[in-house]
């Protein structure tokens, strides 16, 4: 029985699912933000659907570090502020 989704995504596939560019898709994989393996011939590019899943994943929680972050920085007052008035 195959499965109900493919195991691998093309370049294209994997930049409709994060709404990015085709070339925004080739950079992550380039750079090993986002594994993939070359096949064939011409080492077409395939993303396995785990991968994605895994770099989505390691986005998520890379913006809440960012966001606890941001919350534990000090609010500045008004003092701090300076005007050019």
Same mark, same amino acid.
């Given at each position: 029985?195959?499965?109900?989704?493919?195991?691998?995504?093309?370049?294209?596939?994997?930049? &409709?699912? =994060?709404?990015?560019?085709?070339?925004?898709? *080739? @950079?992550?994989?380039?750079?090993? !933000?986002?594994?993939?393996?070359?096949?064939?011939?011409?080492?077409?590019?395939?993303?396995?659907? &785990?991968? =994605?899943?895994?770099?989505?994943?390691?986005? *998520? @929680?890379?913006?809440?570090?960012? !966001?606890?972050?941001?919350?534990?920085?000090?609010?500045?007052?008004?003092?701090?502020?300076?005007? &050019?008035?």
């Amino acid at each position: 029985m195959p499965p109900s989704s493919p195991r691998f995504l093309t370049l294209a596939d994997v930049a &409709d699912v =994060l709404n990015v560019t085709v070339r925004q898709v *080739y @950079a992550l994989v380039r750079s090993g !933000d986002l594994r993939g393996i070359q096949i064939g011939g011409r080492g077409q590019w395939r993303i396995e659907t &785990d991968q =994605l899943e895994d770099y989505i994943s390691r986005q *998520y @929680a890379r913006a809440e570090a960012h !966001d606890d972050e941001s919350a534990e920085a000090p609010a500045s007052s008004p003092d701090d502020v300076t005007s &050019d008035h």
